[in-house]
């Protein structure tokens, strides 16, 4: 996966990387509907699907828990900001109300996850639920077919991945000083990281690793969401917009982000209750302090000398 997905993400995204996934689009539905068309035909439909729950009851927290842990997949907000830096400006309401509105999300979170229960609770003798479990119900169902849909999904989501974490990993680099890698050796960085990350076992703790996720994407985001309801950033620009990374020192984004997610780590790490809290603590705290920093703000803060 990463020998040829890191060469994938070489070329810009707007002549290569968009294009690819919108060819594997289509195939990526086709795979959805014939699994599951499938696997009724081999099983019958049962509404197994419909009432999965832990195999040893239920969890400490209950609903609240699993909405905690899984607030990491607010990264997903951190990919529609950079993905659509790269639209066209007249196509912004198509692009927020269908490429990264609720059709996106319905897709992402919805179709998605109701596939993932359906398959597990409809194909039999797959083991016990573990994060591959989809993946064998495919397998056992479709053959090489099924491993062709899992290349298509997998191939998809992680071009995605590995062009998002070499742009940003060379942004949070410039942070502390420039390392001309270029676009090629950033990419290859992720492509090692990605590498040591599978190989230290990643699934055995999964959770875990998404709690901790969760705390920094959070603090991210409510940062992000704090600067788009201010109009603080528009009465210090003056109608500019600096889009190049390395001109937007921005420390009080830096600031909050970290501060936030600091204290999220230390409430997760405590434990008990207080770690159900962690994810939405850090979040308000990042929007707090960044909110109420933008009122001091000044423009070399957005702005690197010109």
């Excluded at 696997?39 to 419909?50: F, T, V």
Aim: overall charge negative; charged content about 10%.
């Amino acid at each position: 996966m990463v020998l040829y997905s890191v060469p994938l993400i070489f070329g810009s995204i707007q002549t290569w990387l968009d294009k690819f996934n919108g060819v594997l689009l289509p195939f990526y539905i086709l795979g959805l509907i014939v699994a599951v068309a499938l696997a009724i035909g081999e099983y019958g439909y049962s509404d197994k699907w419909l009432n999965l729950g832990p195999q040893t009851g239920e969890p400490a927290g209950g609903w609240w828990s699993c909405f905690v842990y899984y607030m990491g997949i607010w990264v997903l907000m951190m990919f529609t900001f950079d993905y659509a830096r790269n639209g066209r400006e007249e196509d912004v309401g198509y692009h927020a109300w269908f490429n990264f509105g609720i059709p996106f999300y319905a897709m992402a979170f919805l179709v998605s996850g109701l596939f993932g229960m359906f398959m597990i609770g409809t194909v039999p003798d797959i083991g016990a639920l573990s994060e591959v479990s989809v993946l064998l119900a495919l397998l056992k169902l479709m053959g090489i077919w099924g491993l062709a849909f899992v290349w298509v999904s997998q191939t998809r989501i992680n071009t995605a991945n590995y062009y998002l974490a070499a742009v940003n990993l060379e942004a949070l680099v410039q942070l502390f000083g420039r390392l001309r890698f270029g676009r090629i050796g950033w990419a290859i960085a992720v492509g090692a990281i990605v590498y040591v990350l599978m190989l230290a076992d990643v699934f055995s703790y999964l959770l875990q690793a998404l709690a901790y996720q969760g705390i920094f994407v959070v603090a991210w985001v409510a940062v992000a969401m704090a600067h788009i309801l201010s109009d603080r950033y528009d009465r210090l620009s003056g109608g500019t917009l600096e889009f190049r990374s390395s001109h937007v020192p921005n420390p009080l984004g830096i600031t909050a982000w970290i501060l936030a997610a600091v204290v999220g780590i230390g409430l997760h790490v405590f434990g008990g209750g207080y770690a159900e809290l962690s994810a939405p603590a850090t979040a308000l705290i990042a929007f707090a302090i960044y909110a109420i920093g933008l009122m001091f703000a000044r423009r070399e803060w957005f702005f690197a000398a010109e």
